[in-house]
């Protein structure tokens, strides 16, 4: 028998030493209590580099993983600059491209007054994510086995 005096604390690792359920939610509370305490969170404007670090990442990381071959330098200046540095297939630039787009405008609802509703995405705003990513990249790399009727 356990002879450790028992507390109403929950316990922050199991016996495996994994966090608890209770031990998780304890540093979230303690975590947006100090939020609350410093200020909360910064605004888009304050976290702007924070932001663009992030969109530089994400662009980079969930194309290359369909094979894009962008360096993550190479990412960063497309989308900051505006201009294509290598020498790298278009198809490869105008992917980033697109995702990026998509990846900016999921970003700006995320911020729009009414996101809070709690409604799920609908079709239509899916539908409008495929044409933001594929689009420009569809014009000089369609799909293998897309008719030629077929667009994004």
């Not at 995320?110 to 609908?122: N, Q, R, V, Y």
């Amino acid at each position: 028998m356990n002879n450790e005096p028992q507390s109403d604390v929950p316990a922050i690792r199991d016996r495996r030493g994994r966090p608890t359920r209770a031990g998780i939610y304890k540093q979230l509370a303690e975590g947006l209590a100090q939020l609350q305490r410093i200020g909360g969170l910064p605004s888009p404007l304050e976290a702007e580099d924070i932001w663009g670090d992030i969109w530089y990442a994400e662009a980079h990381n969930s194309t290359a993983i369909e094979g894009n071959t962008l360096l993550l330098k190479e990412v960063e200046i497309l989308l900051r600059d505006g201009r294509a540095i290598g020498n790298k297939e278009l198809g490869d630039y105008l992917e980033v491209q697109g995702y990026a787009t998509a990846a900016r405008w999921v970003y700006n609802q995320a911020l729009a007054p009414d996101w809070t509703t709690g409604a799920l995405i609908s079709m239509s705003e899916v539908r409008h994510l495929h044409h933001l990513i594929m689009s420009q990249v569809w014009e000089v790399r369609p799909h293998d086995q897309a008719l030629p009727e077929e667009r994004p």
